[in-house]
């Protein structure tokens, strides 16, 4: 449990931890890349641990060199051995969806499974593109939830139009045409995050990118690399809306990852309003970092829906918090996929801030929030969400009395120094 109390304002320097979706994909790809792999940078969060112990499950060598150093040790494709014992993901749904893709790959008989979240995350997304390129899996409801069994091995390269935009559906589809007999195209609705396209390309895939649509090539020979890995910008986003809300605010964090489909949240920022400045832009292998100078902002309403809901969806809970302090109305549709994330969000961050005294319209897809209003303060649950429980420690920032936030170790999974660092800042 942790109590949030209101503060005067903001200031100062920070660097994020990690970004958590680099963490995963780079020490996935560097297991079964020949030779040593070295990773600085790493998120020490839960999610990025348990996707090492997955990897050492299934005999890949990993070492810490350092607070956030690590080598991981690849000897390619083929060289994964069949664990011994069922591959636990905890609460980590990036680990369970994409090492699927890669055991699909894989002449051997795998288990995964995950925490009680986990176990009723949906599935059969991943697991029906798979099914068609040949891997033998099957799960709870025929395979629409976890606990899944892989049998893999000698799979078929298709082309897999998904109804979904989820980088964790098209990344699973990409890890396992490395090991198909054909070339595999996966085509999107809308663009998703693109980071596993990037760390591929490092490693030595070669892929083919038409807008929505991406081929990868099969069985290439993935050398080690160098990886550092930018600031998260999903972490980032909570201390951007933090100086913006809380007045006489101004801070800069530096070394974030500014992926263009990570950033959506910060082109919605500015479009209400708010004071954001891009410095020093610069690369971290093939992904754009730079630092943020964010100030206190008057911020006005705004509506988001299509396209642009992939690029944000990890942070549409933390825009309600925001949205309840710009002057209008802010809707938010087409935004579905947040009902089954770690919790369902749209109900998770409207019973929260409702819990607070925001008022909150819920729809199916999203909801609507009017402005400004005032956070009266109170006690909330996380529900075991990382981000819900820092989204509801940004708004007891400006609340009236404080906010207690319960289960509010599920942060850990993403930012377990979020408290030090927003500690660092507060004035």
């Not at 007999?181 to 038409?210: C, M, N, V, W």
């Not at 600031?231 to 801070?251: K, T, W």
């Amino acid at each position: 449990m942790k109590t949030v109390h209101s503060i005067s304002s903001l200031s100062g320097s920070i660097q994020v931890p990690g970004d958590k979706s680099i963490s995963h994909r780079a020490v996935m790809l560097a297991a079964i890349a020949e030779g040593i792999t070295e990773i600085n940078g790493f998120l020490n969060g839960e999610d990025c641990l348990h996707t090492i112990k997955v990897f050492k499950q299934l005999g890949v060598e990993i070492e810490q060199t350092g607070e956030t150093a690590y080598k991981v040790k690849g000897n390619g494709l083929y060289s994964l051995k069949e664990p011994k014992d069922v591959l636990y993901v905890g609460n980590s749904g990036t680990t369970i969806r994409l090492t699927s893709g890669i055991l699909a790959g894989q002449p051997f008989y795998s288990v995964l499974t995950g925490d009680q979240s986990i176990i009723r995350r949906p599935m059969k997304r991943v697991i029906e593109p798979l099914r068609k390129m040949g891997a033998f899996i099957d799960g709870k409801e025929n395979g629409r939830f976890a606990p899944i069994t892989i049998r893999g091995g000698s799979l078929h390269g298709i082309s897999y139009e998904s109804p979904i935009a989820s980088a964790q559906v098209k990344s699973a589809i990409l890890l396992a045409g490395l090991y198909a007999d054909t070339q595999t195209t996966f085509i999107e609705p809308y663009r998703s995050r693109d980071h596993s396209e990037k760390l591929l390309a490092q490693f030595g895939a070669k892929l083919e990118i038409k807008g929505r649509q991406v081929t990868i090539f099969p069985k290439p020979r993935l050398e080690a690399q160098s990886i550092q890995i930018p600031g998260d910008f999903s972490s980032a986003a909570f201390f951007i809306a933090a100086a913006l809300i809380v007045p006489n605010s101004r801070i800069e964090i530096r070394n974030v990852g500014l992926n263009e489909t990570r950033i959506g949240f910060l082109e919605i920022v500015k479009k209400m309003n708010g004071k954001v400045e891009i410095t020093d832009q610069r690369f971290f292998g093939q992904e754009v970092v730079g630092d943020l100078i964010i100030e206190s902002s008057s911020l006005h309403g705004i509506e988001i829906s299509g396209e642009m809901i992939p690029r944000l969806i990890d942070e549409l809970p933390l825009l309600a918090v925001l949205a309840s302090q710009a002057e209008g109305t802010t809707k938010v549709t087409d935004a579905k996929e947040l009902r089954v994330k770690e919790t369902d969000r749209i109900e998770t961050i409207s019973t929260a801030l409702r819990n607070v005294g925001v008022e909150i319209e819920e729809l199916e897809d999203g909801f609507i929030i009017k402005g400004k209003q005032k956070i009266r303060g109170g006690v909330i649950s996380t529900k075991g969400d990382h981000r819900i429980g820092m989204a509801m420690a940004i708004a007891g920032l400006i609340a009236v009395t404080p906010i207690i936030i319960h289960q509010s170790e599920a942060i850990h999974v993403s930012y377990p120094q979020f408290f030090e660092d927003l500690k660092q800042l507060a004035r």
